[in-house]
């Protein structure tokens, strides 16, 4: 799978007058500690030369309740592509971070610390901007890494995991009922939408069925986790516990009616009492989605003995879960896994992946994703006991977005001996002009929508082709690498290879990129030209 977007040389830029602030929450990572969020703005300005640059002023981090001042990060040549009215920004850099200016912070770190190697990931989405920088801090005892997060890019589940909950109320004349409910989740009290017998399961379930949980899965950095318990109705009906990131419709009083389901339209604007919608946007497509789980059945059911986690990317137009006798042309993906076992109550990691091949024929574009949570995967089977119910525990569910190389062509020809982590190569092209453009490199992950951004550069040398720079990253933008691909003709490759040495005067020393050095760097490979015409491939020793 690839997609490559390819960027011009450019020149030295100039700012130009215009200029946008976004206001939004920073997270910040040290070193694998996650640190409280901060509302943060920032400035990107568009150059003259259609890139970008990006102004973080004031970083200021809060260790031990105490503040650290990092300063001010700025960014002046970040590459941009625009693609069905996203901007996509990348940057790999070593920048000098200055002195900030907030009141109060007696030392600012980031001068100190000398060139600082950046790694900046970003889009801007209408007016939303999302970016991620990693920050290399190798000589400082602070931290190793800083990892800096701004917005939300809609490749995650919000609340996902479950620290943050909210009392959810549904009131039946003189009488009310309540439970505790992840915030951009929902259950019986907040998210019975519709449905001729809608108020008879609300007043039926009474108190819900999700509440807040301290048993969490083992290496949690959170210290929550949400419990969802099946209920009984009508004094004899089993019902299962459901959450679900949509609403949920009571039609029938067969439990196996497609009535009876969640669903999920972005074109209703209705939001819970805690202020969040019955949707999840989603901006990319992920691979798989993994989640934790702890489940038992309070009264076993032999026949019936799984709980179900279903997630359904769609266009965002009218979809439920479980479908009725409608067509639905509108999903991307799905991921299910209706099988779900109790292992003896003991947390157990899912990773469920994404099936699109079964839909690639809607052709629908991802735009939102409905996750159901049920206690069992067949309606009106789970424990007939309202002392004993099933119950699913479910902590820190996420999307994953994969951006593995697998391989690299050139004019359709793989790269030999191609590794990962060989960052790297040189290629032989037949004839005498090794010159190659975007359109003749194909990189090959194991991501549904990994982001591939190509950067040419030819080289005016007898025999040498040109350098492609290549950076991959995951849809999400969590996780990049870069390639080099250096292009020569056959003949010029055969020739070095032939050579032994040379004890003619050095004309030039070249690196694999193409640029002339004057200082070799031991364990680097170069090309040395000589005064006779002659070349030869090294390894500076």
């Given at each position: ?204 379930l009474q108190n819900g069925n999700t509440s807040i949980c301290n048993d969490i899965r083992p290496g949690s950095t959170g210290s929550k986790s949400v419990a969802i318990e099946s209920s009984i109705v009508l004094g004899y009906q089993p ?132 996750v159901t949570i049920s206690t069992n995967a067949q309606p009106g089977v789970g424990s007939n006991d309202a002392n004993t119910p099933d119950s699913i525990l479910v902590d820190d569910i996420e999307l994953i977005y994969n951006s593995t ?106 690196n694999l990129n193409g640029q002339r050095v004057d200082s070799p760097v031991k364990g680097q490979v170069y090309i040395t030209k000589y005064a006779n015409g002659k070349t030869v491939k090294t390894i500076k020793k």
């Amino acid at each position: 799978m690839k997609r490559i977007f390819t960027y011009a040389a450019l020149a030295i830029a100039t700012l130009s007058a215009s200029a946008t602030d976004y206001t939004g929450q920073l997270k910040v990572n040290v070193d694998g500690m996650v640190l409280p969020e901060a509302e943060t703005t920032v400035t990107i300005n568009k150059n003259e030369n259609q890139t970008y640059a990006l102004e973080l002023n004031n970083l200021i981090l809060t260790m031990g309740g105490a503040p650290a001042g990092i300063g001010n990060i700025v960014l002046n040549e970040v590459r941009a592509h625009e693609e069905s009215g996203v901007t996509t920004l990348v940057i790999n850099d070593n920048i000098t971070i200055t002195e900030g200016t907030t009141p109060g912070i007696p030392f600012w770190i980031g001068p100190s610390l000398g060139n600082v190697p950046i790694n900046m990931r970003g889009e801007i989405r209408g007016e939303q901007l999302y970016f991620i920088i990693d920050i290399k801090m190798e000589n400082s005892s602070f931290g190793e890494l800083i990892n800096v997060e701004f917005g939300d890019g809609g490749y995650q589940i919000k609340n996902s995991g479950f620290e943050e909950f909210h009392t959810a109320t549904y009131i039946d004349g003189e009488n009310s009922y309540s439970s505790d409910e992840p915030n951009a989740w929902h259950s019986f009290n907040s998210g019975i939408a519709n449905g001729m017998f809608a108020s008879l399961t609300k007043f039926a379930l009474q108190n819900g069925n999700t509440s807040i949980c301290n048993d969490i899965r083992p290496g949690s950095t959170g210290s929550k986790s949400v419990a969802i318990e099946s209920s009984i109705v009508l004094g004899y009906q089993p019902a299962n516990g459901t959450m679900t990131t949509g609403r949920l419709q009571a039609g029938s009083l067969t439990a196996t009616d497609p009535a009876n389901s969640s669903f999920m339209d972005m074109s209703l604007t209705d939001v819970d009492g805690n202020g969040d919608p019955f949707h999840t946007v989603l901006n990319g497509n992920p691979d798989s989605l993994v989640v934790w789980v702890k489940y038992k059945q309070g009264i076993v059911n032999e026949e019936y003995p799984y709980a179900n986690v279903s997630a359904i990317i769609t266009d965002g137009t009218y979809y439920q879960d479980p479908e009725d006798d409608k067509e639905y042309t509108n999903v991307v993906a799905k991921a299910q896994d209706k099988k779900i076992e109790s292992k003896d109550f003991a947390w157990q990691r899912l990773s469920i992946p994404f099936d699109y091949d079964t839909y690639a024929a809607n052709n629908a574009v991802a735009k939102a994703l409905l996750v159901t949570i049920s206690t069992n995967a067949q309606p009106g089977v789970g424990s007939n006991d309202a002392n004993t119910p099933d119950s699913i525990l479910v902590d820190d569910i996420e999307l994953i977005y994969n951006s593995t190389v697998t391989g690299i062509n050139v004019k359709g020809t793989a790269v030999k001996d191609f590794d990962q982590a060989t960052s790297k190569y040189v290629v032989g092209i037949a004839g005498d002009n090794a010159d190659i453009t975007a359109d003749d490199i194909e990189v090959l992950t194991d991501a549904k929508s990994a982001k591939v951004f190509v950067d040419i550069t030819d080289i005016d040398e007898e025999g040498v082709g040109s350098v492609a720079n290549i950076t991959v990253l995951s849809a999400d933008l969590k996780s990049s690498s870069t390639y080099v691909v250096n292009t020569y003709t056959e003949g010029y490759l055969t020739g070095i290879a032939n050579v032994e040495g040379d004890s003619n005067e050095v004309e030039a020393i070249y690196n694999l990129n193409g640029q002339r050095v004057d200082s070799p760097v031991k364990g680097q490979v170069y090309i040395t030209k000589y005064a006779n015409g002659k070349t030869v491939k090294t390894i500076k020793k």
